[in-house]
């Protein structure tokens, strides 16, 4: 590679300069439980291929995904996140109208509620109160791990 032009070398250093720092900002902006799932994916995926014999080809995403997450699963001392339990995981969904203020910026204009309540609000309500303006139908997912929970009573 040294045979390349200078102009050429500093580009491709500056390229790895910004590769390094974009997965550094991409990790992050990860909760440890995310980083610790990418960590114990990434290691296992990295395992599972030094394993795999090359004459076999390359497996589908879905096998591979399988194959990983059972092999985290097989070793939980080594892969803790994978195998983490949690006392309740939950998800929740809220929908809500949107309206467009004149700087662009959205704003909330109904409560969060079912799909069906928040078209239903748009089309009766917001609309009517400012026509002139732009609406959407939003919506927010929220995930939710408690990892631990204690009681009111004194151990």
Known sequence: MNDLPEPLLAYFAERENQRAAAVETFLASLTDYERGLVHDAAVMGYVQGLM??????????SQTMALVIDACLAMPDLYPAVNAEFEERRTTVEYYAQTQ????TWVDSSGRTTVL??????LAGVRRRVPDAEHRLARRTTSVIVEAQQNGAEP
């Open 52 to 61: 795999r014999d090359r004459e076999e080809g390359a497996p589908k995403d």
């Open 101 to 104: 203020q004149p700087d662009g």
């Open 117 to 122: 309540e928040a078209a239903e609000s748009l």
